[in-house]
């Protein structure tokens, strides 16, 4: 299930969009402007953020400039009836990730969607292996630079833990501590988090 918000000023779209990716157990938040979405986004994490270029006020490319600006990174779709090509490139080259023009089927939606959760799946687990390859290697610095590539893939309970392990090979126990207790924040039962907190605790 992945935590996805869909912002499009049509009441109809927001809802089509909603009812077909809630129908296959993801999690829907809709918002009709490009300003309510900015602070949707400053204060929740979200896996997919599905987008219409053309919204009252700030506009749809105008949206993924200040997500830029401000280091909100969140994977994109485009969805939208624009037919000058101009916009959508505009979007590509400001992050949006993929495009899809109105009117769609669901099974169109559907298959965007799964492409981009599945295509930052893959990157986040990439890394998650070369993080414990170097640090099976000893390379340490190597081992944190890749270690914060997770997190503006993904800053979830796992992307936590795995930066704690990396403290821990560092010698920074209180860091390692932190993370541990933030990726239990995230998720209380993340089996590693428990497991290794306890060894913290322990002591």
């Known amino acids: 299930m992945a935590n996805i918000l869909v912002v499009d000023d049509e009441r109809n779209v ?8 809630e129908e296959n157990d993801h999690s829907v938040t809709t918002i009709a402007t490009g300003e309510e979405a900015l602070v949707e986004l400053r204060k929740s994490k979200f896996d997919l953020l599905v ?3 053309k919204l009252p006020g700030m506009s749809g490319t105008e949206l993924l400039k200040r997500m830029r600006q401000e280091g909100i990174d969140v ?5 939208s009836a624009v037919t000058n090509a101009a916009p959508i490139v505009e979007a590509m080259k400001q992050g949006a990730a993929d495009y899809l023009s109105k009117p769609f089927s669901a099974q169109d939606l559907l298959k965007k969607v799964e492409e981009l959760l599945n295509r930052e799946q893959l990157g986040f687990e990439r890394l998650a292996r070369l993080v414990e390859e170097k640090l099976e290697q000893g390379k340490l610095t190597t081992a944190e630079k890749i ?3 997770l997190f503006s893939i993904r800053p979830d309970a796992e992307a936590h833990v795995i930066y704690a392990m990396v403290m821990e090979k560092l010698g920074n126990k ?20 428990l497991k290794e907190i306890a060894k913290y605790e322990e002591n």
Do not use: F, G, M, S
Request: charged fraction near 30%; aromatic fraction near 2%; charge should be positive.
């Open 75 to 79: 994977p994109t779709l485009i969805v």
């Open 147 to 149: 270690a914060r590539e």
């Open 14 to 21: 927001r809802n089509l969009i909603k009812k077909i990716l």
């Open 174 to 193: 209180t860091l390692a501590h932190k993370y541990l207790k933030a990726a239990l924040a995230l998720d209380p039962d993340h089996k590693k988090a």
């Open 51 to 53: 987008l219409d270029l």
